[in-house]
């Protein structure tokens, strides 16, 4: 059953259309990867979803409920269901609450705390790692990993079905990396949750997700199977993308495909293809005709005129075991 689909999502910044079309489907119980260079429109749709901006065209069901369609009030227990997991987990926690407080504060403003939500809480924080003497203190007393723990936490507190985690794993060591996506798969097997993984690093994404979808420029170019994908990118700037992928082992190292030129502003994009200024493999018909995502077999779609013979490739190497 699918968890989550946007459809035809257009996302608009004045004068800017960060997103322009886009279709995700996230599966119950699933982990779907969203990658792309900075500036793609990523951390745009993970606003979009949890209702912090809004669709300018497009739709969002959630469960199967349309959410421009549904009562205030079922539209709000809705958005409920998705949570967000900040980029910056340290600056999304109010310096002058403590850690119990920010945990307590969402289930306040929904008017849904009661007597037995401390104890709930106690546990939650407790089940992935938080004592509840960190309870207590604020902010700046937490590391990188515990704040993303207590951002964790409150994402759970609302008990949702789907979490967005952006950029979860930035700026952690690697075996701090390492601990947090087992604790992520390990609430989902256990919880039943769906995530949606935004993310640079595509060793985490080979790792823990099981479809995955690259966008550029506020679009999806290529999508499927996360397996299948990184070993057969089908789009040449998939392809060029995972070239980038760093790797200590030499056996697992791809030649590098360099892209020429500078990503071109979301304000004007290039008439045709978006990737056709910077595609090593561009033709004539790239240049005027915008391609279309197309499904294709093995449940992959991609948007190109001349997409590549796909070749096996590998996996990027994990960094969890």
Known sequence: ????????????????????????????????????????????IARALVGLQPLAAGTLAIEGETLQDAPTARRVDLQRKIQLLFQDPAASLSPRMTVG???????????????????????????IGL???????????????????????????AEPSIIVADEPTA???????????????SLRDRLGLSYLLISHNLNVVGRVTDRVAVMYLGQIVESGPTATLFRNPAHPYTRALLSANLTLDPSRRRERIVLSGELPSPSNPPSGCRFHKRCPLVQPKCESDAPVLQAGPGDRSVACHFPLATTPAVIPQAIVG
């Open 1 to 44: 059953m699918t968890a989550l689909a946007l459809k035809d999502a257009v996302i608009r910044y004045d004068r800017l259309t960060a997103v322009d079309g886009v279709s995700l489907e996230l599966r119950r119980g699933e982990t779907l990867g969203l990658v792309g260079e900075s500036g793609c429109g990523k951390s745009s």
């Open 101 to 127: 407080s920010l945990l307590a504060e969402p289930l306040k403003i929904r008017k849904v705390y009661t007597p037995d939500s401390w104890s709930r809480i106690v546990g939650l924080a407790a089940s």
């Open 131 to 157: 004592g509840e003497q960190l309870l207590s203190r604020y902010p700046h007393q937490l590391s990188g990993g515990q704040a993303r723990r207590v951002a964790l936490v409150r994402a759970l507190a």
């Open 171 to 185: 700026g952690l060591d690697i075996s701090i990396q390492g601990e947090l996506l087992n604790l992520l798969r």
